[in-house]
């Protein structure tokens, strides 16, 4: 019944990219992968708009940049670069994704904002949070099974699965859950929303992977 909390890798599927590290990939391939990315950013900016709390990794920046004098923005970037350090014993291999990750996401989030509704109450900031989750997810879910390299955060995620062979939903809940307690611990601050995400995230990726592979022709490795 809650076959999806059980995906434990990124589903293959006809339209996957053969490897990661592939700069001229299928247009079907690219196009999903712009797809999913683009569902990623307006996920995001409606969790911006949702104004219940800000994302885990937000109050990661903000503890660190409490702590340690930085602004917020320089903050943002050394923790991002800490993360891809994580990825030389995670072994995960970049590619056009990594690129496009940063550049359309942050785009999509910039050009959405404004038109995108923003909740003064808190059981309609919840109920804006929970879609914004939903859509993360479900744009996740495209991309990574697009098999043209993960987001930096995301790399992390599939790495320690792979290496702990734990279920996808599972790994990256704790990884948020993590990061939101070391940021609340260092002064950063963290509202209901930010739970919220760190909660559901990792099923919502989780369904995102699970949806994506059932409707889509697997290939066999």
Do not use: H
Not at 29 to 51: H, K, P, Q
Not at 68 to 79: A, D, E
Not at 147 to 166: A, F, I, K, S
Not at 180 to 200: C, E, N
């Amino acid at each position: 019944m809650l076959d999806f909390l059980r995906v434990k890798t990124v589903p293959t599927v006809s339209w996957s990219s053969p490897r990661p590290l592939n700069f001229f990939p299928a247009l079907r391939t690219f196009v999903l992968l712009c797809i999913g990315l683009v569902l990623f950013g307006v996920g995001e900016a409606l969790l911006i708009n949702a104004g219940v709390g800000v994302s885990p990794w937000t109050v990661f920046s903000q503890g660190v940049a409490n702590t340690s004098g930085l602004g917020i923005g320089m903050s943002t970037f050394f923790i991002g670069v800490g993360v891809l350090v994580l990825w030389i014993p995670l072994r995960q291999t970049p590619g056009l994704g990594t690129l496009l990750n940063i550049i359309i996401i942050a785009a999509v989030m910039e050009l959405s904002l404004p038109y995108l509704p923003q909740m003064a109450g808190t059981v309609s900031g919840i109920i804006q949070t929970m879609l914004g989750v939903f859509i993360v997810g479900l744009g996740s879910g495209l991309y990574l099974v697009a098999n043209l390299g993960p987001g930096p955060r995301d790399g992390v995620m599939t790495g320690l699965q792979r290496v702990t062979g734990l279920p996808v939903a599972l790994v990256r809940m704790s990884i948020e859950l993590t990061v939101v307690g070391i940021g609340w611990s260092l002064g950063g601050v963290a509202g209901l929303g930010t739970l919220l995400f760190a909660v559901f995230i990792g099923p919502a990726v989780s369904i995102g992977l699970y949806l994506v592979g059932r409707l889509s022709k697997q290939r066999s490795l």
